[in-house]
């Protein structure tokens, strides 16, 4: 029967001296190891690369895109088809920024749609500041509309993990405006999502063509339920109410549109 | 007469293992792996160094893999995950050939030897990497023993299966008394494409935790705790934006955890006799997982730490950061089966394996334990002044401080002659590391004391840093002359990460050592989660208060708000990588070269 209580044996105390040895024969061995492999046939082993600081791949570029709305919208009258959707090409510091956003029938010839193209660049930890251009369009079987935008904007996770993005646009005209939206998600389980989404306009000036009156433009207020099958992929239901809001409701009513709109969604959510 | 028969059968087995395996080579596809994976090792599955100039041959090469009954492609040594066990003596000269049959650059750095430099294997910083269809020659004296392992230093060749175990027998007797051994080499297998994962992790901040916070827990907590208490917490950690369910970033929905080369199914085995003392060479050879390891039915004796031989602690279990070694004694007194439980630190997944007399035997298999999360002393929070931590809040919105260079801020800190342990917290300096820091920790503690997070609770015996004491004193008993302090940083959701608030990209320069100076080392854990963090090519000797004879590591894990800090000698000139040894922390740029000069500033 071996001993059980004593695993380790104690160090005798030669064996700091040894250690001393050691160390000895290692630095030996260190001088000694140039001249080896000079004299060897590993000769090029012996010179190590210049110091540099592009050799992995932290300052990558990558291309991420993502459809954060892209739905049927079910409600009184016609049933449009809405997408929110942006993305980046760029590094970590840098980046070019789009984001398109806008509803359009597919039974008729009736529109309205905006396109962004901006740069993109980290301030805060969680905050980029994005400045660029934006153009916007509005058609009908009629008439078509369009203006560009100068935008500045701040987009990121705001505290209580808000996702928000807000800017602010000079049209060509001069025309003042800026927007808000804001969303949250809340997880039910690990991949049922509740997601409360606000958005909201407001504009200086007038005008008349895009149906834009001075002052809050509108509100809009959504919730929708989303699965996430895959992170990449979830599909939900929703429901959405857009109310617009002092002069640019007047405008609206004098249209003979309506004021206040509620629906049912349906789409999926997607990124690469 | 029975004892006779056991062993034929015994060796039968093993021939028919070493059958398939060989068919499998020729075929190409089923399980390649290594033969200690199957039955333990006896000299066969072991490689040495050959002939006088003591030569050894390794060859990287694509290889089916085959993880639980699912098929993939991975990097194997030798033509098996992990590679070869290699077996070296302590005071050999050795030269290591690895052969590239690769389509891409690979690298092999041998983690935890002590060596010239230009034989670490760190492509772009001590050599130039091996070319596909070439051979390089390591060469080094070997002048350590104990439990150490290699792994290429390419890309994220790691994480497909590039690593193997390395064992140095001591040139004097072992001062350790063991019947048996057997490499445990613990891994993490993703049948993703781990640029994807890296890709997946950099658009979306938690992809892979499915164990985030849900209403559900939430209503839990509110009759658990109470409705105000659960309110406050989860609101707290929402207002910070902080999940406090990141524990790790890769996770077990798309890991399996290996044991030696073997998901949990598939129960990788080793043998033991009742009344043997078995030495169980734990390793963690994973790109991404933590793991808490124990034996249900015995308690563990460590005897050594990163290879150094330590003074025996008790324990029952041990959390094993990645890259880092822990050697156990176990002494099963019963002709039974014990399961070899290694949880990952996030209790998504585990590996798994059984000691037991005969082959193909098998214990319970614990359950899972619920899955911790972080608490406000891991954010950096000062715990006697928690109601106050509103107002600390708002200063995470403050612009970035534009300070340049290392962080020296802090007054608190003297800066000769003590321990750097006295005040607990430390208070952190002003600059808050800038856009790739998503937090600091205002408060930094010891906690060398602590298991770590899910840990101790559960009226087991963990080792602690606190636990360790080297057997042998260190050799320089020398004063620190300075002090280099580094900030571990990151930002999950923009998935950065760094030193200081600067990935390696963004660094002008190495980090300056002078050759044989005495230096202390602070590292500060400014992040919520923990960081392996990796030196190469010298011992950081761990200051937890054991004088002379406090541990030596190569790699050290270091918890959440943490403020740790080693010793240095850097006796070996030239240029040494310094890394989170988390494999996509590394590549994101939690990376820095420490260059060792002489007096001349020459490094050769």
Redesign the interface.
Known sequence: MKQVNIIVKRTPKIFSNNIMLKINFQKIALILLPILILTGNSVKAQKAPEFSNKILPDNKTYFYFVADRFEYYSKEGTNPLVWDVQGYYGKDYNKFWFKAEGEALTSEKEGEMEFQGLYSRPVTSYFDVQAGLRYDVAYNSITSNSRAFAVLGLQGLAPYLFEVDGSIAVSEDGDLSGSFEGELDLLMTQRLIIQPRLATSVAVQKVEDFGVGSGLNNIQLGLRLRYEIKREFAPYLGISWNRKLSETADLAKLEGADVSVFGVVAGVRLWY | MKKEEKNTKKISRRAFFRYTASIGAVVGMSTILPAYAFAGFGERDVLEPKGADNILDLTISEIPINIDGKTSTAIGINGSVPGPLIRLKE?E?VLLRVKNELKEDTSIHWHGI?L????DGV??????GIKPGET??Y???V?QNGTYWYHSHS?LQEQLGHYGPMIIEPK??D???YDREYPVLLSDWTFESPYDV???M???DG?YN???????EFFKDVSEDGFVSAFKNY?SF????MSPTDLADVTGATYTYLMNGRGPESNWNALFKK?E?IRLRFINGSAGSTFDVRIPGLKM?V?QADGQ?I??VSIEEFRIGIAETYDV?V?PKEEKAFTIFAESLDRSGFARGTLAPNEGMAAAVPVLRPRPTRTMKDMGMNMSDMKMDGMK?DN??K??NAMEGMDNGNTDHNMMGMSGMNSDPVKHGPDRHG?????IADNQYNRLNEPGIGLGKDGRKVLVYNDLKS???N?DERKPEREVELHLTG?M??Y?WSFDGK????????IEFTQDERLRLILVNDTMMEHPIHLHGMWMELENENGIYNPRKHTLLIQPAQRISALVTP??K??WAFHCHILYH????M?R?V?VSDKNGG??
């Open positions: 005071g000269d002590i010239p430099f230009q034989m492509p772009g910083v001590s050599f130039d390089f020659e060469r080094f004296p002048t890309k004097d007797n001062p350790v008394e890296m890709n997946n950099k658009k979306m992809y499915y164990q985030k916070r849900t209403f559900g609101t929402a207002r910070m934006r009344g003392r004796t005897v031989n003074e025996p004694i002494e809040m995470m919105e612009k970035d856009v790739g820091a998503a937090a057997l042998e004193p050799i930002n959701e923009r950065m990935e390696f990209n963004e660094v002008k320069g190495p006796r070996d030239g240029r590394m590549e994101m740029g990376f070269v260059q490094i050769y």
